[in-house]
């Protein structure tokens, strides 16, 4: 891949900081653009849209100037599987906000200079109808959530908005159960993460839906390597669009995961177990069919995965920086 600018949005998250590693070292001839200033007011609507506009020109300022390939990566979003519509409204203001500016500043002025955005989905989100079956990106989305339609809808703004740029790519990833060093510890998702809190702050713990409960966890790095690899090939083969499931393709009950914990810890987590009030299905069994012959990908095992988001929590809490679970 020729000279690439590349942005990513929600660099601070799970998968944005793990993204900047990853496409550093798969990219090696791409370059990082970092917006001013560093995080948008996203809780401020009125200024989110100045930042947004002042952003993206300046993001197609510097694409000029250099004469540049461009990449756009949407890693940010506070919303959660239990967000109402209201909620994750601002996230769909923003978005949509973005791709009318992209189109003005960059694909709709200079179409010969060709770019690509990546926009992080979630695979649970989206088929958390579908029961029983072996979930590809041939299936169709069922999401029964306020946020699984969310998710379903920025997937579709995006790949309509492509059409109208003949030299604009799109790679929409939807992601299994993302956990790994890093996340978010005042957002409301990350059982893994979760987990580790309240054993170290030793609480108990609530949970919500069966223990047999099966789902496909991802450690953030794999995924980003994932990503990283399928944008290189997105960037040379130039498709229009392309739909790729990002997943461990291995199933794994909570039961097993804090199994895991109380081996590695010789303490045991205290679960308390609540009515189940979720609509999620018991299982979401992942396979990804599209782009499956890339090399040199890792997998980190999910015990090992777990060790080192667990470590990682224990340095926080030494040097006072771990928030205790609420």
């Known amino acids: 891949m020729s000279d690439t600018l590349l942005w990513v949005v929600g660099s601070g998250g799970l998968l944005g900081s793990h993204l900047l590693r990853a496409t550093s070292q798969r990219l090696s001839n791409a370059r990082f653009w970092q917006t001013e200033p560093p995080h948008f007011s996203w809780t401020k609507p009125t200024k989110?849209?100045?930042?947004?506009?002042?952003?993206?020109?300046?993001?197609?300022?510097?694409?000029?100037?250099?004469?540049?390939?461009?990449?756009?990566?949407?890693?940010?979003?506070?919303?959660?599987?239990?967000?109402?519509?209201?909620?994750?409204?601002?996230?769909?203001?923003?978005?949509?906000?973005?791709?009318?500016?992209?189109?003005?500043?960059?694909?709709?002025?200079?179409?010969?200079?060709?770019?690509a955005i990546f926009l992080a989905s979630s695979a649970g989100g989206i088929y958390s109808g579908n029961l029983g079956a072996l979930l590809t990106e041939h299936t169709p989305p069922q999401p029964v959530s306020d946020y699984g339609t969310h998710k379903f809808r920025m997937e579709q703004a995006l790949e309509k908005w492509v059409e109208m740029f003949p030299n604009t790519s799109c790679?929409?990833?939807?992601?299994s159960n993302l956990y790994g060093p890093g996340q978010d510890l005042y957002k409301g998702q990350g059982i893994i993460s979760h987990l580790s809190r309240c054993l170290i702050y030793r609480r108990p713990v609530n949970i919500y839906?069966?223990?047999?409960?099966?789902?496909?966890?991802?450690?953030?790095?794999?995924?980003?390597?994932?990503?990283?690899?399928?944008?290189?090939?997105?960037?040379?083969?130039?498709?229009?669009?392309?739909?790729?499931?990002?997943?461990?393709?291995?199933?794994?009950?909570?039961?097993?995961?804090?199994?895991?914990?109380?081996?590695?810890?010789?303490?045991?987590?205290?679960?308390?177990?609540?009515?189940?009030?979720?609509?999620?299905?018991?299982?979401?069994?992942?396979?990804?069919?599209?782009?499956?012959?890339?090399?040199?990908?890792?997998?980190t095992d999910l015990a090992a995965g777990i060790h080192l988001v667990h470590e990682h929590q224990l340095t926080l809490f030494r040097h006072g920086l771990l928030p205790p679970p609420s």
């Open 171 to 175: 790679l929409i990833g939807r992601i």
């Open 209 to 299: 839906v069966s223990l047999d409960t099966r789902r496909d966890y991802l450690f953030a790095d794999d995924c980003a390597h994932q990503i990283a690899a399928s944008l290189s090939r997105l960037m040379t083969e130039r498709p229009r669009a392309i739909l790729k499931i990002f997943a461990s393709e291995d199933t794994t009950s909570l039961a097993r995961i804090v199994g895991v914990f109380f081996r590695m810890s010789k303490h045991r987590p205290l679960i308390v177990s609540r009515q189940p009030r979720s609509t999620q299905p018991t299982g979401l069994k992942l396979r990804s069919e599209v782009w499956r012959n890339m090399r040199g990908l890792r997998r």
């Open 48 to 115: 989110l849209a100045e930042e947004l506009s002042h952003a993206v020109a300046t993001f197609a300022a510097a694409v000029y100037a250099n004469k540049s390939a461009w990449v756009l990566l949407w890693c940010a979003g506070k919303g959660v599987m239990s967000s109402s519509a209201a909620a994750l409204q601002p996230e769909w203001w923003a978005w949509s906000r973005l791709l009318d500016l992209l189109g003005h500043y960059l694909a709709g002025h200079h179409g010969d200079l060709p770019g």
